[in-house]
């Protein structure tokens, strides 16, 4: 028999539980998602990571919610890239500004290595918490770069590479022993454009003078104690005395803490609150998510070249994925996401069509840039309405690499002997065993000039700027998203959830109009066969989708991903 008094309780209880104060919380220690991922395996390994949407979305109903009165983040060296970085910046100071207290807490901001970027995150915030035990590892930018060509012809491997041009310098890894002087140029100018968005962002937020941040940067590591002094942090406590000090700091009885708020992660705060609101309604308008991450290839999106390595932009799935919103009268305008190395020039060529085919249907597209959207990453954003970047993305890289590393003479000297038939005067053209034909060299020069002219044409056309301004700028460099605007590249700074605002309000939408991602399949649709190629399960991605392994190269460093791949490492963290 139940006990009246019991159900009595209990519906007390869940009333107090609904209506207690909130302490809102996110655990950046296992980094970011940028979004759903194309295939199960990596989705599986990104079950327990927080999405940048569920934290974007969070953090913005928050900010209106009274049941919410804190935000406490978790900081520490973990690698979020520089870009990242600003887009929490942004959404975090959004959220203090509506009154709200933040709190940044770390165990230590890089432990003997890097914490400038993970630091340079927590200084938006009201207060910074480090453990005692803790360092500050706020050490500045630098970029580190290998020259492999003496190290290769030792062991017997010339490198054939040709790029167009100077500023292209995935070959130079190869081909040189040194910086060529533009290519130190345009490094230099990368760590300087963000070493000048670090400093500014210190100094911002912890109240301080600029030579006085570049002073503490010369002499970090710095010791809690050193950090401390220095107003680097506002105190030095382990994880529960900063959770207490936030519940005393909420508490409307004052010198008490509020034990009865409740912790809550912004990800499962963003799904669960106002769930009646975000019930999907058949009928109404809305705006395209698309998501592109990784390097760019032809085929479907799955999974990059080596296990663990994250995503890749397959140009069907994306390209099916713009044909349904255009196809579906509710969406009034695409954002799309980009967050590329690039790969592909055949395959950003493809996913260049529809964003153009978009645009044409009368549909605004809007790209928002991630961490990198170069190379390729570049040109399929190149044709939108509006271009959106974070200052502290790395994009442009306007320019075409191609080649093959030749190991003929490392075969030799190994005592490996090699036989070959062919048929067809080029059939053998892109074996690595020996090197190009002199007609052949002339090809492979002709197939470059084609490319980085119509990849010129392409963004001049895009841009709004003659081939001859964007020659200027391109020649294979790289920007920081803050240089890149001042010279055209791109329109606006910001972050995802200012580019759907832009794209709400190009569209003539509420400034509440709900976001849609596409393709949007179902693990059903994903078992069924395809109906036809513009079925939205045709281009769903694979389960065994690992990408071919002749692609580990590029991994290594090797630009076998494509003629329009930035290569190596690239990333401000």
Do not use: C
């Amino acid at each position: 028999m139940v006990d009246a008094g019991s159900v009595v309780d209990l519906l007390k209880d869940a009333r107090d539980r609904r209506n207690a104060a909130l302490i809102l919380e996110i655990d950046l220690t296992d980094g970011i998602m940028e979004g759903q991922p194309a295939d199960p395996v990596s989705a599986l390994l990104g079950m327990r990571r927080p999405h940048l949407r569920d934290v974007l979305g969070g953090l913005r109903r928050g900010r209106t919610d009274p049941r919410v009165r804190a935000l406490i983040v978790k900081i520490g060296g973990q690698r979020l890239g520089l870009a990242m970085a600003q887009e929490l910046r942004d959404a975090v100071r959004a959220f203090r500004d509506s009154g709200k207290l933040t709190v940044a807490w770390a165990e230590s901001f890089g432990e003997v290595s890097r914490g400038t970027v993970p630091y340079y995150l927590a200084t938006v915030f009201e207060r910074i918490y480090m453990q005692p035990s803790g360092d500050l590892a706020l050490t500045g930018v630098a970029l580190e770069e290998p020259f492999f060509n003496e190290a290769l012809g030792k062991i017997g491997v010339t490198p054939r590479f040709a790029k167009r041009h100077e500023y292209k310098t995935a070959a130079n890894t190869f081909m040189e022993r040194a910086y060529t002087p533009e290519h130190e140029e345009m490094s230099g100018r990368l760590v300087a454009s963000a070493g000048e968005q670090v400093v500014a962002g210190v100094a911002a937020g912890r109240g301080l003078p600029e030579e006085r941040v570049r002073e503490l940067i010369d002499q970090a590591p710095l010791l809690g104690a050193e950090a401390l002094e220095a107003g680097l942090v506002d105190k030095l406590a382990y994880r529960d005395e900063v959770y207490a000090e936030v519940r005393k700091a909420i508490a409307t009885e004052p010198g008490e803490p509020d034990e009865t708020a409740r912790l809550r992660y912004v990800s499962r705060y963003n799904r669960t609150s106002g769930l009646a609101k975000r019930l999907p309604r058949p009928q109404q308008d809305a705006v395209a998510l698309i998501q592109g991450q990784g390097p760019i290839k032809v085929g479907r999106s799955g999974r990059s070249a080596m296990p663990g390595q994250g995503s890749s932009i397959g140009s069907d799935t994306i390209a099916a994925a713009f044909r349904a919103a255009v196809k579906d009268d509710r969406v009034k305008a695409i954002v799309f996401r980009v967050d590329s190395p690039g790969g592909s020039y055949v395959a950003s060529d493809t996913i260049w069509r529809e964003v153009v085919l978009a645009r044409r249907a009368g549909k605004p597209v809007i790209v928002s840039m991630g961490n990198v959207a170069a190379s390729g990453g570049y040109f399929v954003a190149a044709p939108a309405t509006m271009i959106v970047a974070q200052p502290g993305t790395l994009t442009g890289s306007i320019g075409v690499v191609v080649g093959k590393p030749v190991i003929g003479d490392l075969l030799d000297r190994l005592g490996i002997g090699l036989g070959s038939v062919e048929n067809g005067a080029h059939a053998r053209m892109f074996a690595p065993t020996r090197d190009f034909t002199e007609e052949e060299w002339t090809r492979v020069n002709t197939f470059l000039d084609r490319v980085y002219d119509d990849f010129v044409g392409k963004v001049a056309e895009g841009r709004d700027l003659s081939p001859e301004q964007v020659d200027a700028m391109a020649r294979g460099r790289v920007w920081t998203g803050a240089d890149a605007h001042e010279r055209g590249l791109v329109d606006e700074l910001g972050g995802l959830g200012f580019a759907l605002d832009v794209a709400r309000k190009k569209a003539g939408l509420a400034t509440d109009a709900p976001v849609r991602t596409y393709p949007h399949v179902s693990p059903l649709d994903r078992l069924r066969p395809a109906d036809s190629s513009e079925d939205r399960t045709a281009a769903s991605a694979r389960l065994d989708a690992w990408g071919p392994m002749s692609t580990t190269a590029a991994r290594m460093g090797l630009p076998l991903g494509g003629p329009l791949m930035l290569t190596g490492n690239w990333s401000i963290d």
